[in-house]
């Protein structure tokens, strides 16, 4: 009896071997409880009913999560606790990930769609031949505004953010490349200055304009403002957009010395599980409806060429969103600036939010 107990107990454990080296395989290769794909983007960033038609077409399980900062995203992916398949990180994010090592080179013959690009946002600075990422949204960095609030002030240029008129009734997005990014402009600098004279001269401007600042907020200025809580915003034109579909009062405007043209692309991980259904997802995003519908949703303008052309009139041929070349040609993407520079905004920015309170 003893000896079948034992006999009973080794097979128990050869089983239980067996099933957690399959597990061990299968997670290796992304498929993990079931053939599944890990993607890691910001909040309310893509249709819903999208993921679920990936699903039902590919009968691959999405497991959709979060972050709000591409320097959350960052940390979150050099820990290597979770395995992303999908991420979403924007532009000088790419750089810098490209530059750690953190990202696998794209198979672009798994891309077919991505010929529905147009060529003026590929190969870019942050990389260079599309090696590793490709364009998922795009936009710019402006000022949105409540007409009816702002006594008749032109907001064509940064420097009306000044207006005294304006006491406690700006919301400024709480990023330090925006905010340092504006300053610097306002000053006719480049958003990627790292000369410390234009610096300390953009913190000074800075905190000249505190009175005006009523505050410094993350995603829930879309509601703040939506509902008039102040006149002016610094925000992206994505969600400029929404803010004017909850309230049609408001505009919006991008100065004429210059801003932030940003783009978020897809990337695949180097430490990705599931590398086919990755660019099989990928793939799936530039098809030419699939990019229309998700810009309709998410608000943010589409680098996708037939996709535009599917989007209504008064989406697609809205200057404000899709401006002219004229002004996009004045517009600058933010550069990697290295750890020790980006690092320096960081503490620049907290010395005015600081000096705020």
Do not use: C
């Amino acid at each position: 009896m003893k000896q079948l107990v034992n006999t009973f107990l080794a097979i128990l454990i050869v089983a239980f071997g067996l099933m957690f080296l399959a597990s061990r395989l299968n997670s290796a290769q992304g498929y993990s409880g079931g053939n599944t794909l890990t993607i890691y983007n910001w909040g309310d960033y893509v249709d819903p009913d999208l993921l679920k038609q990936f699903q039902e077409e590919t009968g691959i399980t999405v497991i959709y999560q979060t972050f709000d900062s591409n320097e959350a995203m960052l940390t979150k992916v050099e820990q290597g606790g979770t395995i992303f398949d999908v991420v979403i990180p924007s532009d000088y994010a790419i750089a810098k990930m490209r530059e750690e090592n953190l990202l696998l080179p794209l198979d672009h013959s798994k891309l077919p769609n991505l010929a529905n690009i147009d060529s003026k946002f590929m190969n870019l600075s942050f990389d260079p031949g599309n090696k590793y990422s490709v364009p998922y949204f795009w936009g710019t960095v402006g000022i949105i505004f409540n007409p009816e609030m702002t006594k008749g002030i032109d907001f064509s240029s940064w420097d009306s953010l000044w207006d005294k008129r304006l006491k406690n009734n700006i919301f400024l997005v709480d990023g330090a490349r925006e905010v340092m990014g504006m300053a610097l402009n306002s000053l006719h600098y480049s958003v990627n200055d790292t000369k410390e004279e234009h610096l300390q001269e953009a913190l000074t401007k800075l905190n000249k304009l505190s009175p005006n600042v009523k505050a410094i907020v993350g995603d829930e200025v879309k509601m703040l403002l939506a509902n008039e809580e102040a006149a002016v915003g610094i925000v992206w034109s994505g969600d400029a957009s929404e803010i004017m579909d909850d309230n049609d009062k408001l505009d919006f405007v991008v100065p004429e010395e210059g801003s932030n043209k940003w783009f978020d692309n897809m990337v695949i991980p180097r430490t990705a599980g599931n590398v086919e259904g990755a660019h099989k997802f990928i793939d799936f995003m530039l098809r030419p409806e699939v990019a229309a519908q998700n810009a309709e949703y998410v608000g943010y303008s589409t680098p996708n060429v037939p996709g535009l052309k599917l989007l209504p009139e008064d989406i697609s041929g809205d200057e404000r969103f899709y401006p002219p070349a004229e002004l996009t040609d004045r517009l600058e993407v933010y550069d990697n600036l290295g750890k020790r520079m980006l690092a320096h905004y960081n503490e620049l920015f907290l010395m005015f939010k600081m000096n705020k309170k």
